[in-house]
């Protein structure tokens, strides 16, 4: 179970309280009616789904309620940051989005065999 | 290939076994393929199998990061059937059930199918109306499925708990009579065995780390960290990691990769007759031949490849089974395990041509790809080779995310199925 620190609460507090709302700085278009096809499955359905570093939203539910942003590593599971809803994309210290994470199970459990 | 069968068995028990092959050769690779299937696991490798077999394309190689099934083929819990709702994923899964009712004799392999039953039980009044919706859809398709009483239920599966009392009472079951289960690994081996006797080469412990185009955007072959393979058309069969692997050509596809954890107990003697599921209270349960219980537990709600889950993810399941069958209220847990599962939003499968010529993905299966493996394989066999969708896999294009044509299972199945 993942420790959460919810930027508005300023606690570490238990998954349990959080749900994932997805990936996060994704800007409805303004003029949804008018744009094509194409354009609205990108909009609605495609996610970057990265492997390494992530930008996504959760909700602290089961607290104050509120939607806040996290960067988080999909590999080791770890929380790299999280911040408030509205405030832009920002960069992880001594993280690049293109940094090849090394703790996949290939390297340890391929390593053993 | 040396036929196994039972004289072949004999014979070896006289000579202490010592003249057993290997099931399949480990060759170097060759500088180009026709086909290169990315990702060797069930899925990859039966569309290696089907291609040399029903379509004469032996050139083939299939590329694997790790060892054959050590990804989902080998982690998941193992449940075979096709009482899906809607007809593209009764077209699917029903084509998977009568390959698998076969597979055994066809790969001259003991992939352990044993149609015992997959029940599913119904706690309410949405659930008895959502299955019976299913019943009636399937068996007008002409796939089984019945509606059983709560006592209808027990002497199916004595173990459950059907008392008015119980923490979550029964008030009906939908049961497929022809599902079941089936050995996961065997079911990796047999394809690698049977594909390798047809010349397709099958390597290991090579990661494909890109994809290399022509002028006009075609495929051309992969890069791995064994150097550059070529290839005509590419396959990717990479299942959690599908995402990865495609975006290394450019094509973006909708999935979602999440953790799915499975665990099982110590081994118990024949106790569990048949295959049990939940959804409502998501539990689902059957018994090994090796008498181990073997549980299937949810999805944790975050992106992930880590391969693990969170434990509270496990302990709902097991509430839930003890509360359903509190006879195993003091069995103990053996091992536990999670396997990256690639989910669509509409929790149907996508396999489909790409805008990017010579490419193809088999992707999608999310939480329920296990019993698709040899129907999956083979249509996926039949995209690559034709260069378009057999009939009964039209349905899962790519393009349906456009289209809207969207195959809703997951309204359906309201979990992961």
């Given at each position: ?11 570490d ?23 094509t ?31 806040f ?20 994309k ?9 940094e ?14 | ?58 050139n ?31 077209d ?5 059930l009568k ?19 997959v029940?599913?039980?119904?706690h ?29 239920a ?70 791995t ?46 106790i ?16 090994s ?16 490849y ?57 992707c ?22 034709k ?25 359906a ?5």
């Amino acid at each position: 179970m993942l420790l959460i620190h919810c930027p508005y609460c300023e606690e570490d507090r238990s998954e349990l309280e959080f749900r994932w709302a997805g990936e996060a700085h994704i800007a409805r278009p303004d003029a949804i009616a008018d744009i094509t096809d194409e354009e609205f499955a990108e909009y609605f359905f495609l996610r970057n789904n990265e492997k390494g570093l992530t930008y996504e939203r959760w909700r602290h539910i089961h607290g104050c309620g509120r939607f806040f942003n996290a960067a988080r590593d999909t590999v080791s599971d770890r929380f790299l940051m999280t911040y408030k809803a509205g405030l832009p994309k920002r960069p992880v210290p001594g993280v690049s989005a293109t940094e090849k994470t090394v703790e996949t199970y290939e390297q340890t459990e391929g390593d053993a065999r | 290939m040396r036929k196994y069968s039972v004289f072949a068995l004999a014979r070896e028990a006289l000579r202490a076994h010592k003249g057993w092959d290997a099931q399949w050769s480990s060759p170097e690779p060759r500088s180009s393929y026709d086909v290169i299937i990315v990702g060797g696991g069930g899925h990859g490798l039966g569309a290696a199998y089907y291609l040399a077999k029903e379509h004469g394309i032996t050139n083939v190689a299939v590329l694997e990061k790790g060892w054959l099934g050590g990804g989902n083929t080998g982690r998941n819990t193992t449940i075979i059937r096709s009482n899906y709702l809607y007809e593209e994923s009764m077209d699917m899964y029903e084509h998977s059930l009568k390959l698998w009712e076969g597979l055994s004799q066809d790969l001259n392999y003991n992939v352990m199918y044993s149609p015992r039953g997959v029940m599913m039980l119904s706690h309410n009044t949405h659930d008895m109306q959502s299955f019976k919706r299913h019943i009636n859809a399937n068996r007008l398709y002409g796939i089984d499925n019945e509606w059983l009483t709560p006592e209808q239920a027990k002497a199916y599966c004595p173990p459950l708990d059907i008392s008015k009392t119980a923490r979550y009472p029964i008030n009906g079951a939908a049961l497929q009579k022809r599902g079941g289960t089936a050995r996961h690994d065997a079911v990796a081996w047999g394809y690698a065995r049977a594909a390798s006797d047809r010349g397709v080469h099958i390597i290991q412990n090579t990661e494909v780390t890109g994809i290399r185009r022509g002028p006009d955007g075609e495929v051309t072959g992969v890069e791995t960290n064994r150097g550059f393979i070529g290839a005509k058309k590419i396959g990717v069969s990479a299942a959690g990691h599908s995402s990865v692997v495609m975006e290394m050509a450019g094509v973006r596809v909708p999935l979602a990769s999440n953790p799915l954890q499975a665990l099982v107990s110590e081994p118990l003697k024949p106790i569990f007759p048949c295959v049990v599921m939940s959804n409502t209270v998501h539990a689902y349960i059957s018994q090994s031949d090796k008498g181990e219980l073997v549980i299937g537990a949810g999805t944790d709600q975050y992106n992930s490849y880590s391969q693990t889950g969170g434990l509270q993810i496990i302990t709902h399941t097991l509430d839930a089974i003890c509360e359903l069958f509190p006879m195993f209220r003091r069995v103990k847990m053996m091992r536990q395990w999670g396997g990256i599962t690639d989910n669509t939003p509409d929790r149907s499968a996508i396999q489909s041509v790409t805008p990017v010529p010579g490419l193809f993905v088999n992707c999608g299966w999310g939480t329920g790809g296990f019993k698709a493996t040899p129907g999956s394989a083979n249509l996926f066999a039949h995209l690559i080779a034709k260069g378009e969708p057999h009939k009964l896999a039209a349905g899962l294009t790519l393009d349906r995310f456009r289209t809207g044509r969207l195959i809703d299972e997951a309204a359906a199945a309201a979990v992961a199925h």
